[in-house]
């Protein structure tokens, strides 16, 4: 399944104050910390045409991780994991697989060295750069 339909990108999203604002990291509720996730904790959007949330990834301290499509109903939960680094990667990449009412999403995730984007690609190879929420 392709980001862009996960994601419903028509150039549409929610508004902000709609439901993707309930998504914040829980980073204090987690039982443990991973830290080999601890670069990508936090919120992360990707902002559509207009400007608005077409879509949120939060990482929460513990690796379990929650996205949201803007006009797709359903909201995927799963586990971020770090992927074995391959010959030649600067910067390490992770995989989070979540799943949503029966649908099962892998995403490829790569922060920049500077925090600020994240870099997803669904299955199908399309990628989206996601900024660090507030």
Do not use: I
Not at 34 to 58: H, K, P
Not at 109 to 121: E, F, K, Q, S
Request: with cysteine; charged share 25%.
């Amino acid at each position: 399944m392709g980001l862009a339909v996960v994601l419903g990108l028509a150039g549409c999203g929610t508004a902000a104050g709609d439901r993707n604002d309930q998504w914040e990291p829980n980073a204090t509720a987690s039982a443990s910390r991973n830290d080999a996730v601890a670069e990508l904790v936090g919120r992360w959007n990707y902002l559509a045409d207009f400007q608005v949330d077409a879509a949120t990834l939060v990482v929460n301290a513990d690796g379990s991780a929650t996205y949201v499509a803007g006009d797709d109903p359903t909201d995927y939960v799963g586990k971020v994991k770090p992927l074995k680094q391959q010959s030649g990667q600067k910067e390490p990449r992770y995989e989070a697989e979540l799943t949503g009412r029966g649908k099962t999403v892998t995403l490829t995730l790569r922060a920049d060295p500077d925090g600020r984007a994240l870099h997803v690609t669904d299955e199908s190879g399309d990628t989206r750069v996601f900024a660090r929420g507030v």
